[in-house]
């Protein structure tokens, strides 16, 4: 009988039994992995970003306020 390729690629590789649907599903998830880390990277990043500005008019606003208070102990 024969054994199509497939069949031997499954049954013998450098005499270990290894299936190769597994190691595309596996460079799959790690692709999948990738994506879903620089996507959460990115949404970090944004949201570092508003923080900061939230804080720096926060801080000019405080300003404002120690100025108006000083014009009015004057």
Known sequence: ???????LN???RNGKRWNPHAITT???????LARATRKAES????????????????????LELTSYA????A
């Open 70 to 73: 000083v014009l009015c102990i």
């Open 10 to 12: 499954f049954s013998v």
């Open 1 to 7: 009988s024969t054994i199509g390729v497939v069949r």
């Open 43 to 62: 949404e970090h990043r944004r949201e570092r970003q508003a923080h900061a500005l939230a804080r720096q008019a926060a801080d000019e606003i405080s």
């Open 26 to 32: 596996f460079v799959s998830s790690v692709i999948a």
